[in-house]
């Protein structure tokens, strides 16, 4: 499948070089806002065709699919543009600025028969699915607490003035939509849709949110989750789901990734699942 990529920050460099280990990828073109930043990234990758403008992208026959990369308050005017020509897309996390942007992106991928699918990979790959297969060890769950802090290496720009993307509200960029989604994924994933939400958050000078909080209940089940996540701060402390029979902690979101070997038992009813996950029952 011959893709497009809309954007050329780092980000997009990941895509390529994760891409390329993916039998039938292949990057044929990437579009800038300028020729030069494009022609750059295309040269430093061997990418073949560069453009300056998204009609000219979005018409090319050679490219199959598009993946954006672009700041979010860009993703559903791009990705629509996109899908009405008959791409699939690739749109980066989180997909959309809203829920009405999101439907009308979704509305055109039905329309025109292709795929859109947001690159939040969390609760898809492998060790999402030793988190599910190993849930009923700890019984019924009451609580889940899901956290990512992370100080960004934007951050002191901002403090001296420098207001980087990363830190722009009107681009529908702040804490919870670069950092807070990683824990709102595997939340629904897990318990699904709350049934109340209250939430908090630390808002900057210029409006955008530092850092939060949320908590949601879901009255049915008898549970609560706890989401707490942050770009100004950082913090060590795992994310756990509490059953009444044990709990699971996991090291690190979003990206869980395996020990170098199978520990398997530990001691007692302490063990791991191969991955950075413990449970304790």
Known sequence: MNFGIVGTNFISDWFVNAGRHCEGFCVQ????????????????????????????????????????????????????QMLNAGK??????PV??????????????????????EAMKLVINPAFD???????????????????????????????????NAFRPELSNGSLMDIGVYCVHPMVK?????????ASCVKLHNGVDGMGTILASYDEQGAQAELIYSKITDSPVPSQIQGED??????SLPIL???????????GKIFHLNWKILVII
């Not at 897990?190 to 209250?198: H, T």
């Not at 020990?259 to 038992?265: L, M, V």
């Open 246 to 251: 044990g709990t699971m902690y996991m090291e």
């Open 88 to 93: 699939h897309v690739l749109c980066e996390k």
């Open 190 to 198: 897990i318990l699904g849709k709350p049934d109340r939400v209250m």
């Open 29 to 80: 073109a990437v579009y800038s806002r300028t020729m030069e930043k494009g022609r750059t990234f295309a040269d430093k990758h061997g990418i073949p065709d560069c453009y300056d403008s998204l009609e000219a992208l979005a018409s090319a026959d050679n490219v199959d699919a598009v993946y954006i990369a672009s700041p979010t308050a860009c993703h559903a005017a791009q990705s629509i």
């Open 130 to 164: 030793a988190i599910m297969e190993n849930l009923p060890k700890i019984g019924k769950i009451r609580r889940v607490t899901f956290q990512m802090c992370q100080y960004s290496s934007r951050y002191d720009k901002f403090k001296n003035g420098i207001i980087e």
């Open 96 to 117: 959309a600025s809203n829920e009405k942007e999101l439907r009308a992106m979704l509305a055109a991928a039905k329309e025109h028969g292709v795929v859109f699918m």
């Open 257 to 267: 990734t395996r020990y170098g070997s199978d520990t398997g038992i530990r001691a």
